[in-house]
């Protein structure tokens, strides 16, 4: 199989995280705010109980987004993963975005830019520095981040504040498109290359995180070793890390504060996005 992925085992985990005990330093404080027209495009922010040091926009930010073949999912199910980050200090953004058969290529990766830019405009709001966001997603979701991350077309300036990109479990060189999931979503692209965040990487990129599973079988590791290399390539700074006993839905279920003994992935998040978004130390 030359595309190296079959997403059908993401699926939206809202009873998952109903069930999950919840992480006690965080909470929702906003829901289902649009940054578009359509039911669609709406995002959930969480954010530290705890205030930020001094006043205004203080606090870094992490902007998820969730996976689901680019054809299911939602906010909602991901409530887990904004607690866990926002309880280690983040201001944590999950929008929806349009799904197939709704729209295809580019349409999600349009709703990904814009969330961003809703990001920049609004965050401070909650509490967040529109100047230190970091992009993160998992499987689809990490598709889509990493095409803001690495395709200037996208973001254009808005590009500058994006400080960093994390990628667990991501599709990143998957063309020709040869399994229906893809098809679906990319198929009748003229230009499969244009479609792929190994296409555009390089110098200037953001520094990146890539994790992956030792045991995924739905998303093989290689595109995130491909990504890297690319990269690397351009000069940027990027670690791939992975997980030898974790699947590729175990690899997001480590977030969640039962699982999180299997692998230190929550950690490992934690410590890269806040480097990258380490203030600015003028002399």
């Not at 705890?50 to 999912?73: E, Q």
């Not at 990143?172 to 098809?183: G, H, I, K, L, Q």
Request: hydrophobic share 40%; proline share 9%; net charge positive.
């Amino acid at each position: 199989m030359a595309i190296g992925l079959a997403l059908t085992g993401c699926s939206p985990l809202k009873t998952f995280d109903a069930l999950v005990p919840k992480d006690g330093g965080a909470a929702r404080v906003a829901s289902a705010i649009p940054y578009g027209p359509g039911p669609r495009r709406m995002l959930d922010v969480y954010a530290p109980r705890k205030p930020g040091v001094g006043t205004g926009a203080d606090r870094p930010v992490i902007l998820f987004f969730y996976g689901g073949s680019w054809n299911s999912g939602t906010r909602t199910g991901y409530a887990f993963v904004g607690r866990a980050l926002a309880a280690r200090g983040f201001v944590v953004v999950i929008p929806d975005y349009r799904l197939v058969p709704e729209i295809r290529y580019p349409g999600f990766v349009e709703d990904g830019a814009a969330a961003v830019r809703w990001t920049e405009r609004h965050v401070r709001d909650f509490g967040g520095d529109p100047g230190r966001i970091v992009l993160m997603g998992h499987s689809a979701g990490a598709y889509i981040a990493a095409m803001l991350a690495v395709d200037r077309r996208w973001l254009g300036e808005d590009a500058r504040s994006v400080r960093g990109f994390v990628g667990l479990a991501g599709p990143y060189d998957f063309a020709p498109f040869d399994v229906d999931v893809a098809r679906a979503a990319f198929g009748d692209w003229p230009r499969p290359a244009e479609t792929q965040p190994v296409t555009w990487a390089g110098a200037g990129d953001p520094p990146s995180l890539l994790l992956v599973g030792g045991e995924d079988t739905v998303v093989q590791p290689r595109n995130s070793d491909a990504l890297a290399a690319k990269l690397r390539g351009g000069g940027v700074p990027v670690t791939v890390r992975s997980y030898p006993k974790l699947g590729h839905i175990g690899l997001l279920l480590s977030i969640a504060r039962p699982f999180r003994g299997r692998a230190p992935v929550l950690d490992d998040v934690v410590r890269f996005a806040n480097q990258v978004t380490e203030p600015t130390k003028h002399p």
